[in-house]
């Protein structure tokens, strides 16, 4: 027998893996296809032991040939590492609010306004619900998901396309291959109220807080820095706009969700066409009646005008399109006794009272507690402890009294009053407006780790590598009780914090030690006095000079500068006047915060550079860029970070860039740094 004969039957290596590939790419589709089918249809057709057969094969064979593993691969869902912090993404197009109606006669109006902007006898609605969850962008190119953020301002949002891949109702790859080279999605992210509820119950089950509600559940899930997190977590998605696709757009609203769901991704399924307004409210009549045996929650439905081009005409307001509403539902009530008033201390030091409520279930969710916004509306609504009151969930989701049930015969305590004196702290209440607030901002526990975080900002401080996981640190582990703290840490203690080796905490200890030198107008910044900006800031730098004057000045001397009022006034006095932030002041002096201050334009002559405008290029040898703006700040000219012809000066240093051509090419003035040191010497003796 010929040797090779017993080999005969034996396919060759490229066979193999040509068949392996085939069945690779065989078992993404196939999996994609049950993804779909089980998390965006609701009509799975195989069990979840086909399926996992069908992944672990899947898996196998990309362990095999890690070279054919794609980023769209039903197995690269998880895997990333955990982030620092989420970072920052600009959207492709503004993610706008939308205007909120509840009085059907508001939606006929809008109707009517409608017709007569379009000039139109009548106009088709599409409706949908208006899903109560985390609005989400999602980026497509190719037909492969590669970005998702959250809505954030508006403008920038949140980086979480490693948590959104996670999430098994969105396709990573788009069905058929119809599909535009770049698609740009809005969409909702939620959770059902059965997943919902039994995450609630794991999570109690094992000693953790539950949620509050589905929103809160599903904003914190996507929000997590390890993506592991938010697999565990049973969120869901569904898509309801198209904000920008290469290629045309489809004619109608209507058509645009069609699309979608041609291209897999999960869209509204309750949703209608509307040939008038009166068939609008009637879905959203229908859609209340059976709100409470939906799946998930929503807190009304959303009209659109279903032409795209008319859409279009009638474009945007500042903050919501003028072609859509919010047809909201009436909030969820429900009557219990108020036990007792708690005051509340936010991160910028304002107190909210709240009431503590008998647990009451409002809406599927139990109600322990709830604002009672400020003390005006608490002596509007003339709510005391030991009221029967009822209670909404305002949005349905702010827990919030709508009013007071008098009761015959009942004998009341006397009415509620803020306190004189923080909860936290002890420092001083003052008023502002129907708001109270804490005035030992830099002490007071509960604003702490949000001065912090201001203090140490670009426009104060600028104390890079101070983020907010580090100043979370820092206060749980009690190094950091007040802003002064921060220049009495040291390298072991540094060492002691999650993710600080000795490289990264010997860059901020310099960091720290570089702040130390400030410019009287950021170190009024860094304070965080409440309505003291960088304008109001740089106004009190310019006017008073030094640090001392300002913190001598009476109410009557601050509202004698025109950019000054009552409020701001008596913020400052508030801040000054208390003991606490003087003792912090002068620790940072004691150890070795210095001051750069400001000449007063009063004591010392006009402005000589009044009306001058410079731009610094390249670093200076004999001062800080920050520094040489004060010196130019002070004699009365305007710093900018771009050239234009209206640019006085340019001055350059070592390594100066490209403002340095730009100021050539416009005929700018270009000044060396001992040119720009002549300049500010003579100034300065006239």
């Known amino acids: 027998m010929r040797q090779d004969s017993l080999f005969s039957d034996v396919p060759p290596p490229s066979k193999i893996r040509q068949a392996d590939e085939n069945r690779l790419a065989a078992l993404k589709n196939q999996i994609r296809h049950h993804d779909y089918l089980y998390y965006v249809k609701d009509r799975p057709e195989i069990s979840d032991g086909e399926y996992d057969r069908l992944f672990r094969e899947l898996l196998e064979l990309e362990l095999k040939y890690p070279d054919l593993v794609t980023?769209?691969?039903?197995?690269?869902?998880?895997?990333?590492?955990?982030?620092?912090?989420?970072?920052?993404?600009?959207?492709?197009?503004?993610?706008?609010?939308?205007?909120?109606?509840?009085?059907?006669?508001?939606?006929?109006?809008?109707?009517?306004?409608?017709?007569?902007?379009?000039?139109?006898?009548?106009?088709?609605?599409?409706?949908?619900?208006?899903?109560?969850?985390?609005?989400?962008?999602?980026?497509?190119?190719?037909?492969?998901?590669?970005?998702?953020?959250?809505?954030?301002?508006?403008?920038?949002?949140?980086?979480?396309t490693i948590n959104l891949r996670t999430i098994r109702a969105l396709p990573l790859q788009l069905q058929t291959?119809?599909?535009?080279?770049?698609?740009?999605?809005?969409?909702?992210?939620?959770?059902?109220?059965?997943?919902?509820?039994?995450?609630?119950?794991?999570?109690?089950?094992?000693?953790?807080?539950?949620?509050?509600?589905?929103?809160?559940?599903?904003?914190?899930?996507?929000?997590?820095?390890?993506?592991?997190?938010?697999?565990?977590?049973?969120?869901?998605?569904?898509?309801?706009?198209?904000?920008?696709?290469?290629g045309p757009l489809p004619s109608t609203h209507w058509?645009?969700?069609?699309?979608?769901?041609?291209?897999?991704?999960?869209?509204?399924?309750?949703?209608?066409?509307?040939?008038?307004?009166?068939?609008?409210?009637?879905?959203?009549?229908?859609?209340?009646?059976?709100?409470?045996?939906?799946?998930?929650?929503?807190?009304?439905?959303?009209?659109?005008?279903?032409?795209?081009?008319?859409?279009?005409?009638?474009?945007?307001k500042s903050r919501s399109p003028r072609w859509a509403i919010a047809f909201k539902f009436p909030p969820r009530k429900e009557i219990t006794e108020i036990q007792d008033i708690a005051i509340s201390v936010g991160r910028t030091g304002t107190l909210t009272p709240l009431a503590l409520l008998?647990?009451?279930?409002?809406?599927?969710?139990t109600i322990s507690r709830a604002t009672l916004h400020n003390a005006d509306e608490v002596a509007r609504k003339d709510i005391r402890v030991g009221d029967t009151v009822r209670?909404?969930?305002?949005?349905?989701?702010i827990p919030a009294i709508a009013e007071r049930?008098?009761?015959?015969?009942?004998?009341?305590?006397?009415?509620?009053?803020?306190?004189?004196?923080?909860?936290?702290?002890?420092?001083?209440?003052?008023?502002?407006?129907?708001?109270?607030?804490?005035?030992?901002?830099?002490?007071?526990?509960?604003?702490?780790?949000?001065?912090?975080?201001?203090?140490?900002?670009?426009?104060?401080?600028?104390?890079?590598?101070?983020?907010?996981?580090?100043?979370?640190?820092?206060?749980?582990?009690?190094?950091?009780?007040?802003?002064?703290?921060?220049?009495?840490?040291?390298?072991?203690?540094?060492?002691?914090?999650?993710?600080?080796?000795?490289?990264?905490?010997?860059?901020?200890?310099?960091?720290?030690?570089?702040?130390?030198?400030?410019?009287?107008?950021?170190?009024?910044?860094?304070?965080?006095?409440?309505?003291?900006?960088?304008?109001?800031?740089?106004?009190?730098?310019?006017?008073?000079?030094?640090?001392d004057a300002i913190m001598a000045a009476d109410r009557d001397r601050f509202q004698a500068i025109r950019e000054i009022g009552p409020e701001i006034s008596e913020s400052l006095v508030s801040y000054f006047q208390e003991q606490s932030n003087r003792r912090v002041i002068d620790q940072l002096k004691q150890l070795g915060v210095s001051i750069m201050e400001q000449r007063s334009p009063q004591s010392h002559g006009p402005l000589l550079l009044s009306g001058k405008s410079f731009v610094f290029t390249g670093g200076l040898a004999s001062c800080s860029r920050e520094e040489a703006k004060v010196l130019v700040e002070q004699l009365g000219a305007m710093v900018s970070s771009s050239v234009s012809k209206k640019t006085t000066y340019v001055v350059t240093g070592s390594e100066a860039g490209a403002k340095l051509e730009q100021a050539r090419k416009l005929g700018v003035q270009i000044l060396d740094e001992e040119e720009f040191r002549k300049l500010i010497d003579a100034s300065e003796q006239r």
């Not at 999605?185 to 119950?201: C, I, P, T």
């Not at 209670?391 to 989701?397: I, L, Q, S, T």
Request: proline share 6%.
């Open 405 to 547: 049930i008098p009761i015959s015969g009942q004998i009341r305590p006397e009415p509620f009053l803020m306190p004189q004196h923080c909860p936290i702290c002890e420092s001083a209440v003052a008023r502002e407006g129907a708001y109270y607030y804490c005035t030992g901002q830099a002490v007071c526990p509960a604003q702490l780790k949000g001065a912090i975080e201001h203090f140490a900002s670009k426009m104060a401080f600028n104390i890079d590598g101070l983020g907010k996981k580090t100043v979370a640190q820092l206060i749980d582990q009690g190094l950091v009780k007040d802003l002064s703290d921060l220049y009495r840490l040291n390298q072991e203690q540094l060492l002691k914090l999650e993710g600080f080796a000795e490289r990264s905490s010997t860059l901020l200890l310099e960091a720290i030690a570089r702040s130390k030198t400030v410019p009287l107008e950021r170190f009024l910044m860094g304070l965080g006095i409440r309505q003291v900006g960088q304008h109001i800031a740089k106004v009190l730098a310019r006017e008073f000079g030094s640090l």
């Open 177 to 246: 291959d119809r599909y535009p080279e770049h698609l740009v999605l809005r969409g909702e992210v939620y959770m059902r109220l059965s997943d919902f509820h039994a995450l609630n119950r794991r999570m109690t089950e094992r000693g953790d807080d539950a949620f509050a509600n589905p929103r809160n559940a599903a904003a914190g899930s996507l929000r997590q820095l390890d993506s592991r997190m938010t697999a565990s977590r049973p969120l869901v998605v569904t898509c309801y706009e198209v904000m920008a696709m290469s």
């Open 71 to 160: 980023s769209d691969s039903p197995t690269q869902r998880v895997g990333a590492p955990p982030l620092d912090e989420l970072g920052k993404v600009p959207h492709e197009r503004p993610m706008l609010s939308l205007d909120s109606l509840m009085d059907p006669v508001e939606v006929l109006a809008f109707d009517q306004r409608m017709k007569r902007e379009l000039e139109a006898e009548q106009i088709d609605y599409t409706v949908e619900p208006k899903f109560d969850g985390l609005s989400v962008e999602l980026v497509y190119d190719h037909g492969t998901f590669v970005r998702g953020a959250t809505r954030g301002d508006g403008t920038i949002g949140e980086d979480v």
């Open 391 to 397: 209670v909404e969930r305002a949005g349905d989701v």
């Open 255 to 316: 058509d645009e969700l069609e699309r979608l769901a041609e291209w897999g991704l999960p869209v509204p399924m309750l949703r209608r066409r509307c040939d008038t307004i009166d068939q609008v409210l009637a879905f959203h009549r229908e859609t209340q009646e059976q709100r409470d045996n939906l799946p998930y929650e929503i807190d009304g439905v959303v009209v659109k005008i279903n032409r795209v081009d008319w859409q279009s005409r009638l474009g945007m």
């Open 358 to 365: 008998k647990p009451v279930e409002v809406g599927g969710v």
